[in-house]
């Protein structure tokens, strides 16, 4: 199989890129199948503080392309199932997966990000871009809706209005716009470079408590008030035990960089 996800570790950030630069980075099925792997692999390594993701090239992600998924019709239908223990298919797990990541991950945006990998941005926790990227919900010029988990990403950024326009008009907007609506964390001129700086500076703290605080957002985001308070106080609970907790709390009264074991969850 052709690599077509890059993924390199240094110093428990991991840098994930597209790298099918001569294609914009557009998806085929055997990226979709090395994103998830890739993502598998990283959810399995307690020293992992941080992901960035990248596209290699002009692009970071012009979508799926069409071409070349369509020639092979029994694989697209085998990729269209779900399984039933993850609630995905093989389209949605591929940005889902990076949901389901208990560190920090971040998407550095140049660029075109349309359909599948505006997808995969929004999936991620934040997205630096540059001002000049473009950003489109693209799958409304070929008549489908975004399926590969972006309905939900979108409900999570932006009112109901605002993603049924971009849903509904395939319609093109900058960087900058995408701001300006909530869809990106930050503009910057290099988006890598900041999305590291920003990926180092989170691997100051406790990686415990990135994790907790992670799983605390994404399953309480739509959830009743007394449901969240119970899971506040679950993840507080496991944090006042956590050694790297005592470590923070030490460096903090010292102020003193702190040193972390491993991520315990």
């Known amino acids: 199989m052709t690599l077509l996800v890059s993924n390199t ?4 950030i ?11 980075n557009a998806l085929t099925l055997d990226t979709l199948d090395q994103l998830v792997e890739t993502a ?3 959810r399995k390594d307690r020293t992992l503080r941080a992901v960035v993701i990248s596209g290699e090239g002009d692009s970071f992600c012009a979508g ?3 071409a070349t998924v369509l020639k092979d019709p029994r694989r697209v239908a085998s990729a269209l199932v779900p399984l039933p223990w993850r609630g995905t298919n093989k389209f949605q797990e591929a940005c889902w997966a990076w949901r389901r990541l208990p560190v920090p991950v971040i998407a550095a945006v140049h660029g075109h990000c ?3 990998g505006l997808q995969i941005a929004l999936a991620a926790d934040f997205r630096f871009s ?3 990227a473009q950003w489109s919900v693209m799958e409304a010029k070929w008549g489908l809706i975004p399926d590969m988990s972006g309905v939900q990403s979108l409900s999570e950024l932006v009112g109901i209005d605002v993603a049924k326009r971009l849903t509904m008009t395939a319609a093109v907007i900058s960087g900058s716009e995408a701001s300006t609506i909530g869809l990106v964390t930050e503009v910057a001129a290099d988006p890598e470079a900041a999305a590291v700086a920003f990926a180092r500076e989170l691997a100051t703290r ?3 408590q990135l994790a907790a605080a992670k799983r605390l957002f994404n399953t309480t985001w739509r959830a009743s ?7 506040e106080r679950w993840e507080q609970y496991f944090l006042l035990a956590s050694a790297n907790t005592k470590a923070a709390r030490e460096a903090a009264f010292k102020k003193v960089p702190a040193t972390f074991s491993q991520r315990r969850r």
Do not use: C, I, M
């Open 206 to 208: 406790s990686p415990d």
């Open 40 to 42: 598998n692999t990283l």
């Open 225 to 231: 008030a007394r449901r969240t308070f119970s899971r």
């Open 114 to 116: 349309y359909g599948g």
């Open 130 to 132: 540059t001002a000049d």
């Open 9 to 12: 570790v240094t110093d428990g």
């Open 64 to 66: 799926l392309d069409f």
């Open 14 to 24: 991991a840098h994930v890129r597209l790298t099918r630069p001569e294609k914009l």
